[in-house]
């Protein structure tokens, strides 16, 4: 008689059977007839616009419009002579990006692993063959060297100290400072007006200050309209549903023009600023109904539960209500994020040079007429760069804070 014992038994979820490339190919793409039909017409669109777009950008495009260009694409008129600043700005971020990768991944067995050293020698062969980051190689090499440096480093303070995590956070929140002191000036350092900042600088500076502000900003509208006070979930509601009704387009030149209004006699914020405001409030309206998604997706039980413990409400919101309910509103609310990011080109439309603007400012040079498909599709890799980034964080951060098997 065989007996069953709680130790016998693995709390592991079941063990995956990894399938070979072949395997994998015959059971997902060629299972039968019509999946087989389906690929091979697929694979053949795809790979006639592969074949088209490489010949196209070998032979009949004309790059020279990116690198004659390329500091006006990163920084706008951002003075050359203070460049030191903006490299002095991204070692900050690839250090603590670095950090971060490293505390991380501290309880990982390998580190840096045979993909991830492949992928790090492909972003340095990139770098150094690129013709507009080749001029630049001998300053981005160092980065790229920056963070795996910073990631060996942050794994091993990782492990000696595991609560580093939120000083990591706390200097993430600090480098943001740091970032507006290095491009803005003062404190020492050349004041550089507004008006010079631009390109991907600007485009990065106003999508973070959104994200910034809109989270607290969203979260408290959204436990605002499910509040049990009927005067703040009448306003919450108001304010979601009258900001869902407006075209961010129409929100953005009313931040330019009525900002103001509301502001004593004579104070008149910086347009950026006003950019920045007008973005937050707009992104706040979508973020809170998405973590109000979350909030409903809690059971019940968990508040009663909490509640028969002897826990108060914001006890209870803070640390079993608000975790459950981000952690289910994560694939949504960097949906938002990302759409926000996207929305920054239209910032153009109220007279701010950011990448998109810069890019149709280079057009409008007659030396560069007719040049739309190069400079467009550079752009395009710059938007997906970034927003593939936050997409691949988020499901990382959902697979770690997965705790169904």
Not at 328 to 338: D, E, R, S, T
Request: glycine content about 10%.
């Amino acid at each position: 008689m065989t007996s069953v014992t709680p130790d016998s038994l693995s709390s592991a979820p079941p063990e995956i059977l990894a399938l070979g490339p072949v395997a994998w190919a015959k059971k997902n793409l060629f299972s039968d007839w019509f999946n087989s039909l389906l690929t091979v017409v697929i694979v053949g669109i795809l790979g006639w616009g592969i074949f088209r777009l490489a010949s196209w950008a070998l032979t009949v495009a004309q790059w020279q419009v990116i690198p004659n260009n390329f500091g006006l694409f990163m920084t706008g008129t951002f003075p050359s002579g203070l460049y030191a600043r903006i490299w002095a700005l991204l070692a900050v971020v690839c250090g603590l990006a670095g950090l971060s990768w490293g505390v991380l991944g501290r309880n990982v067995s390998i580190l840096f692993s045979r993909s991830v050293l492949i992928g790090l020698g492909l972003v340095c062969a990139f770098i150094v063959l690129f013709p507009p980051t080749r001029p630049s190689s001998l300053k981005l090499l160092p980065m790229v060297a920056l963070v795996a440096i910073a990631a060996a480093g942050g794994r091993q303070v990782g492990r000696k100290f595991p609560g580093i995590g939120k000083w990591v956070s706390l200097a993430w929140f600090l480098s943001y400072f740091v970032a507006l002191w290095l491009i803005g000036g003062g404190l020492g350092l050349t004041p550089v007006s507004t008006n010079d900042w631009g390109g991907l600088v600007l485009t990065l500076f106003t999508a973070v200050s959104g994200i910034v502000l809109c989270f607290p900003l969203g979260l408290l509208l959204a436990l605002g309209r499910r509040s049990a006070l009927p005067v703040v979930r009448l306003l919450s509601t108001v304010y979601i549903e009258l900001v869902r009704g407006v075209p961010l387009v129409a929100f953005l030149f009313m931040g330019q023009v009525m900002i103001p209004l509301f502001l004593p006699i004579g104070s008149r914020p910086d347009r950026i600023l006003r950019a920045v405001i007008a973005l937050a409030l707009f992104s706040a309206a979508y973020l809170a109904e998405n973590v109000r998604a979350g909030l409903q997706a809690v059971p019940r039980g968990q508040r009663e539960a909490a509640m028969s413990l002897g826990l108060n409400t914001p006890t209870t919101l803070g640390l079993i209500i608000l975790p459950q309910a981000l952690k289910i509103a994560i694939p949504a609310i960097v949906g938002q994020f990302i759409s926000l990011f996207q929305d920054t080109t239209l910032l153009s439309i109220v007279g701010l040079a950011e990448l998109l603007g810069i890019g149709k400012s280079i057009l409008a040079n007659p030396a560069y007429l007719g040049r739309y498909a190069e400079v467009y599709l550079f752009l395009a890799v710059i938007y997906w760069f970034f927003c593939y980034a936050m997409s691949l964080a988020s499901r990382k951060i959902e697979e770690k804070l997965n705790t169904e098997h």
